[in-house]
């Protein structure tokens, strides 16, 4: 037994596994599905020990490496999971300053787990892909679920051949994997982690503390973004659906909303008139230039009945009443 565990879930029922519960999605995405199928059914494992003793009581929690397959084997055997939710991963401006570490991660961990599924009897796999797959040759408004794909971020390398190996493994050995091409996502429960279009979660929070922003993007960049409610739905959905209802098992596009940074702002001074932003482009704005500003979800929508809840407008509400209150989010 490795030396941080909380082990209280009953191996063999309805487990569920879900590796990087530290981050973003991660963090969200545990609480939910502890809330749907019982705490102590929801594993949540990560390469970093939860920061307070409330989020490790808070269910099973188990210290994982996703690099280390003999440990993931070892996690796998004993929970005997249904379901592993795969979220570590190095994400694309993070990735882009340590490209190789970034492949390694983005894709043995990929292998370990679409491996450990097939060898010890999981019978589904989430993986999330993003609009990093897509790159500057791509049609830019409402990309299609089939379109030219030639990311030039390692990101974007990694989840496209991420997309093509998750394929694979469904027509090679018939394991149920699923997938979506997020974009940007934004929810006020954890701080940005790395990604690219991270400004759209940090200009929350200066503006609810008085800060003036300086963003990382031109203030007319669109890209497509959701917030977290939508993506959580989005992915239980997914994930719920019945196997013959799913058509695409690469990755699914998945919009609901699209802003530029000059946007996102007018809606924050709704609520702050004085938030004043400046602009400042760094190395990411050649990062959101090569990607989507719209997505076309039409394939999710047809065949699982995806629809997102959330404009721009309402999230930008919810977010600034859930930050300007103490929030705690256990994993």
Known sequence: MNAFSTSAATPGGDTILVIGAGGQLG?????????????????????????????????????????????????????????????AALLSATAEKNPKFGWQLNMDGLFHVLDAAVDLGVKQVYW?????????DTPRQNTPQLTVMNPNTVYGISKLAGEQWCEWYF??????????????????????????????????????AG?????????????????????????LDLMHAPADSIKVRSSYNLGAMSFCPREITASIQRHYPEFQVS??????????????????????????????????????DDMLLHLRQPVTAGV
């Open 128 to 136: 999330p892909s993003s609009i990093a797959v897509f790159g500057p």
């Open 27 to 87: 963090l969200e995405l545990t609480h939910e599905l502890r809330q749907m199928y019982g705490a102590s059914n929801v594993v949540a494992a990560d390469v970093r020990a939860p920061k307070d003793a409330e989020t490790a009581e808070a269910g099973p929690f188990e210290l994982l490496d996703v690099l280390d397959k003999n440990r993931l084997e070892e996690v796998v055997r004993q929970y005997k999971p249904k379901q592993v939710y795969h979220l």
């Open 171 to 208: 027509r090679k050995h018939g394991l149920d994997v699923r997938s979506l091409r997020y974009p940007g996502l934004i929810g006020y429960k954890s701080l940005p982690g790395g990604g690219t279009t991270d400004y759209a979660v940090d200009i929350y929070h200066k503006a609810v």
């Open 211 to 235: 800060q003036q922003y300086e963003c990382f993007l031109s203030e007319e960049t669109y890209l497509p973004m959701m917030y977290m409610p939508d993506a959580l739905k989005a992915t």
């Open 279 to 316: 602009y400042q482009p760094d190395a990411r704005q050649q990062i959101a230039d090569s990607w989507p500003a719209s997505i076309d979800d039409t394939q999710a929508r047809q065949d699982w009945g995806w629809q997102p809840q959330f404009d721009l407008h309402k999230m930008t």
